[in-house]
Nanobody, 122 residues
Framework: VQLQASGGGLVQARDSLRLSCAASGFTFSDYGMGWFRQATGKEREFVATTWNGGSTYYADAVKGRFTISGDNAKNMVFLQMNSLKPEDTALYYC?????????????????WGQGTEVTVSS
């Protein structure tokens, strides 16, 4: 299993970014995919997950601003981030779920990408 996250960058508050995660080495449609983030000095936290061809679940901190989506044909998962805030600054990781449901705990996820950095200035 390989996961490659990209799309991070330096933006201003209220800007948007779209993160991408390219997956390989497994049957993409059989597993849910999630996004997590880790700010400096903090624990890794759940952001969003998608499973079963379109079901989604979000952390309260990003609900209404972020949208997760997947493309089974391209083996990719995306995280559209709108109305970004300085507190969204973190290293963002995509990860493969252990199955096809919603999992929100980092220890439940088996495979992780390398992370892409998002910095939001005020």
């Amino acid at each position: 299993v390989q996961l490659q996250a990209s799309g991070g960058g330096l933006v201003q508050a209220r800007d948007s970014l779209r993160l991408s995660c390219a997956a390989s080495g497994f049957t993409f449609s059989d597993y849910g995919m999630g996004w997590f983030r880790q700010a400096t000095g903090k624990e890794r936290e759940f952001v969003a997950t998608t499973w079963n061809g379109g079901s989604t679940y979000y952390a309260d901190a990003v609900k209404g601003r972020f949208t997760i989506s997947g493309d089974n044909a391209k083996n990719m998962v995306f995280l559209q981030m709108n109305s970004l805030k300085p507190e969204d600054t973190a290293l963002y990781y995509c990860a493969q779920e252990p199955g096809s449901y919603y999992y929100t705990e980092a220890h439940e996820y088996r495979y992780w990408g390398q992370g892409t950095e998002v910095t939001v200035s005020s």
